[in-house]
């Protein structure tokens, strides 16, 4: 590495620069390019082989077609040699040429006169400008994964991506999972795939779940990691974020890894201040014990013909959470914290997972994989949520996922390839240790806080479950016709969604106080049985044309989704009656076509600069959650005011007022409630447009700067409305905000609110529709980006991004005038940015540093006010609907108009390797959160006397000591 290119290094990383390239979203990467005669004619017939220990079969080749252009495509990640040879020319090899997944890289040829036998070997710098794919990506290789101090987790991978927005990790280099999602795309349509071999296999798509509890990667079983942002091609279904695992394979020499980090309250120092103590935090998340251990062996069992692959990997963390405890008096009305018992919340993670790579001919080859997992998210989200432990719940996951995969080079323009995979997965959320049956979930209005039991809804993860099953099974055939100049690709993609869950809430229900008095209950329609199966089909061609500087993306996709209910039989809850559903055929049945289109064209012919196009269709996937089926037909909750009379906080029937919704319970046939429009037809399933302008350019060997501009569109968002009610069915009334001077209206008349008349109280009447363009939700983008993988072992990648989303639902105001209020939003270009940065350096001795920046925005600060009827009866002349103890919610801050503080975080490794023989020890010291940042991230959003009061900040720095082993 010069001297130049190390000041440049270190100039980007101090720049909080960043990195994700745009590239390919399938896994497989390619090697293409032109090849010459010494006068510069192109030259068909030759015969281009790439080998890398990598591959099973040991090599791939292709023919230059009439135009002198070659394709060898389908390639695993790993260093490549390229040998060119053609009779009467001698034999040319290019050595070092690098590949991630999901990379093209250009790799030109020219051969002189001469000897077959006479070979010209050329090393130089790996490509780094992929010139010929459009879709955003960001890759980690291996040696990234285990070089960074980050919690190996899968979403924690994502935060990396300066596109992606998302809170930073609060856990100080725990193992804690984080939401994913991008500005540009919803957090709902996050998946995870892992690639089987030669077919991407979808495992789940879950948003938080997916993310944090369902499935979280085996690190030790992972050979890159790529995350795409967008743009797409045909082969894919959405245009969410998409996280594809690319899962370690064996070798035909022995080779092992093992490894061994964690950290105790011991190592953890303290940032609590007086600001924070000011806002009523106690004091910052720290460490009980965290830890991880991991190992994994590879191998042959026969060389060149049968590999196989096993890893196993334990790894958890309990945190300690100041100024939560739990409840002294549990079971009663009353919280009293028990400061002998501290709560911590606990995750736990293990994975063991066995793999067989057959190349059973020169031409087949077969991969076959299996791993089981369980995990538990005890006490789930209690760092983030203001409550007592006892209103949390525990997660507990186990899955199981067998793949196989199938490839078969016909010829080395002919290409088969096939895939199955079924996610088979158990979950349960059951009650805290404490919690019995009967205690029953209470909320205090004016804080928000929650405690006795879980109850935040009937569904996920705001109840409990009991015997949920989640199963995805996918299968994929696809075809590839590869010459020179293009590459063909159709194939089709099946997937289906046999799911069942029960969800309960105890006692059926919620009560609310205010000031510790009561003041109404939440009724819900407990328990909750839900079976479904929903069938996914896509049909898609693609081509990758190439015409000299110009490689064209066109694609096109047929997407098809049908939803089943099977028969349902609830029992009878506190509430509700027994309930039966019969089966349904035919629930949903929506079909879509989506075009994408790309371009990328060489600027200057010398695969250093390319400019690149991408606009695309993408449907919003549903997954397995079949809307419409006949057990959510019904009104699940309803909320009745009560006067406690008597004051032995038991809400009896005569304390009660009528229901917030008279239809409570009632089963409704599926049609009466969702829009035809919505469950069937052509082109009537949500959907996003992407449009992408990029430039990319290699700036110096092994390093290269982007430059991107992205835009989302929605389309067939669909609303809900009530029929039985129009905006003349409401009232005006006006309050005064409390006098409060971080509140923009302190003090003064806030008016446009509106109560329904008591003539209409209770009826309600939901009618599922499409908005068409009543609403509207866009997204523009700026990503300025760098990546850099220099000879010495040193990187760098990261970025900033910028962002700017408009959402406008003023036209589907259509019930309540006062939900005109705040209708339209915008999270503007300055509020909306993001810096962020990683890499690793090399130092003398065999001893490394690398490090992770990030910069993140603050999140908006809500205000959400509860009106009583006796401060809206003034204005209003009345008593609220609902009755003398009715409430309202109103916001006293507009979205996005006030922000938290910025979060800056760095985390620093440094490692120290020393080599025997074969095998490489490696010892790690990491310091998360190196200058103790005391930022806030979530706080009390509800208006009151502990509004913004910080309910969890980043943990204070702490030590990890760790240990790596290879051979």
């Known amino acids: 590495m010069t001297g130049r290119t190390r000041v440049v290094a270190l100039v980007v990383s101090c720049a909080f620069l960043a990195l994700p390239a745009i590239s390919a979203a399938q896994a497989g990467s390619a090697i293409t390019g032109v090849v010459r005669d010494a006068s510069g004619g192109v030259l068909p017939g030759v015969t281009v082989e790439a080998g890398s220990p990598a591959l099973i079969e040991g090599t791939r080749s292709a023919v230059t077609d009439g135009q002198g252009v070659y394709r060898i495509v389908d390639l695993r990640p790993g260093a490549y040699r390229v040998t060119f040879t053609l009779q009467g020319f001698r034999s040319l090899v290019r050595d070092g040429v690098v590949l991630t997944s999901a990379f093209t890289a250009t ?66 280099g725990a193992t804690g999972g984080m939401d994913v999602g991008a500005t540009q ?14 077919a991407d296999i979808r495992v789940v798509r879950e948003g938080m779940e997916a993310m944090r509890g369902v499935y979280s990667m085996n690190r030790v079983d992972t050979q890159e990691i790529t995350v795409q942002m967008g743009g797409n091609p045909a082969e894919a279904e959405t245009g969410g974020v998409r996280i594809n695992i690319i899962p370690r394979e064996g070798a035909n020499t022995l080779f092992g890894t093992f490894e061994l980090d964690g950290t105790t309250e011991a190592f953890q120092g303290s940032n609590i201040d007086n600001e924070l103590r000011a806002r009523g935090l106690a004091g910052t998340p720290y460490v009980k014990q965290a830890y991880n251990a991991g190992g994994s062996v590879g191998g042959p069992i026969r060389q060149d013909k049968l590999w196989f692959f096993g890893s196993y990997r334990r790894w958890g963390s309990e945190l300690w959470l100041p100024g ?22 606990s995750d736990y993670y293990g994975s063991a997972t066995s793999r067989v790579t057959w190349a059973a001919t020169g031409k087949q080859k077969f991969n076959f994989t299996f791993e089981y997992a369980n995990n538990c998210n005890c006490v789930i989200r209690l760092i983030a949520l203001n409550r007592a432990p ?15 995969s199938w490839q078969y080079a016909r010829s080395n323009r002919l290409l088969f390839e096939g895939g199955f995979s079924w996610y088979r997965g158990l979950g349960d959320s059951e009650a805290v240790e404490g919690v019995s049956a009967d205690h029953i979930a209470i909320r205090e209005l004016t804080t928000d806080f929650r405690w006795n039991a879980r109850a935040d809804n009937i569904a996920g993860t705001g109840a409990y479950a009991r015997r949920s099953m989640q199963n995805n099974l996918s299968e994929r055939f696809n075809v590839s016709y590869v010459t020179g100049s293009h590459n063909l690709k159709t194939g089709i993609w099946v997937q289906q969604w046999p799911n069942f869950a029960e969800y309960f809430v105890n006692g059926g229900m919620l009560e609310n106080f205010r000031n510790g008095v009561p003041t109404s209950v939440v009724l819900y329609a407990s328990p909750q049985y839900q079976e479904t199966m929903a069938h996914n089909i896509g049909v898609y061609a693609q081509d990758q044309w190439t015409l000299r500087r110009l490689t064209l993306n066109l694609g096109l996709r047929y997407d098809s989704y049908r939803g089943y209910a099977r028969e349902v039989n609830a029992p009878a809850g506190p509430f509700v009656p027994a309930r039966h559903f019969d089966e349904t055929d035919d629930l949903t049945n929506l079909k879509d076509i989506n075009p994408r289109l790309g371009a990328a064209y060489d600027l200057f012919g010398n695969g250093r600069t390319a400019v690149k196009g991408f606009v695309g269709r993408f449907i919003v996937g549903q997954a397995g959650d079949v809307p419409s089926q006949p057990a959510l037909a019904v009104v699940t909750s309803a909320t009745r005011t009560w006067t406690d009379r008597n004051g032995d906080f038991v809400p009896q029937e005569s304390e009660l007022g009528p229901l917030s919704n008279s239809r409570f319970g009632s089963p409704r046939p599926e049609a009466l409630t969702v829009d035809k429009d919505v469950r069937f037809g052509w082109g009537n399933r949500a959907y996003t447009w992407q449009g992408i302008v990029s430039v990319d350019h290699e700036l110096l060997p092994g390093f290269g700067v982007q430059l991107a501009y992205y835009r989302t569109w929605w389309g067939n968002q669909s609303f809900t409305e009530n029929l039985l009610v129009s905006p003349s069915d409401f009232d005006e009334y006006c309050i005064t905000a409390p006098v409060d001077p971080r509140l923009p209206a302190s003090g003064q008349r806030v008016c446009g609110l509106y109560d329904v ?64 209020r705040y209708c339209r939003t915008v999270y503007g270009w300055s509020d909306d940015v993001q810096f962020k940065i990683n890499g690793t350096y090399p130092l003398p001795w065999d001893l490394r540093v690398s490090y992770v920046f990030q910069s993140v925005a603050g999140f908006p600060v809500l205000g959400s006010y509860v009106v009583t009827s006796a401060l809206a009866a003034p204005s209003l002349g009345r008593n609220f609907s609902a009755g003398a103890q009715g409430t309202s919610d109103v916001a006293l801050v507009e979205p996005y108009t006030m922000f938290d503080d910025r979060t800056n975080m760095l985390d620093l490794r440094f490692s120290k390797r020393v080599r025997v023989r074969r095998t490489s020890i490696t010892g790690n010291v990491d ?29 204070a720095r702490v030590v990890r000591l760790g240990v790596q082993v290879g051979f």
């Open 324 to 345: 939560k405890y739990f409840n002294k008096t549990q079971g009663t009305h009353l919280y009293t914290p028990d400061l002998s018992r501290p709560a911590f919340s």
């Open 927 to 955: 310091l998360s959160n190196v200058f103790n940042a005391n930022t806030p991230q979530y706080l009390n959003t509800q208006y009151g006397p502990q509004w913004l009061n910080v309910t969890n900040a980043l943990s």
């Open 390 to 404: 006892e209103a949390t719940g525990d997660h507990l996951y186990h899955h199981r996922v067998p793949q196989a």
């Open 757 to 820: 008349k008591p003539s209409r109280f209770g009826q309600v009447d939901s009618f599922q529709s499409l908005a068409g363009d009543r609403m509207k939700r866009i997204f523009d983008g700026i990503d300025l980006n760098v990546s850099g993988r220099f000879g010495d072992g040193a990187t760098v990648g990261g970025g900033i991004a910028f962002g700017n989303t408009v959402t406008d639902n003023c036209g589907i105001a259509v019930d309540s005038p006062q939900d005109r």
């Open 185 to 198: 795309s919803e957090r709902s349509q996050a998946e995870i795939t892992v690639h089987g071999g030669s």
């Open 107 to 172: 790799v030109n040829g020219t051969l002189e006169v001469g000897a077959v036998e006479e070979t010209v070997t050329v090393t130089g710098e790996a490509p780094v400008v992929d010139t010929q794919n459009v879709s955003a990506r960001e890759v980690f290789t291996r040696d990234t994964v285990e070089a960074l101090p980050i919690a190996k987790t899968t979403g924690v991978w994502a935060s990396l991506v300066p596109a992606i927005r998302q809170p930073i990790a609060t856990d100080a």
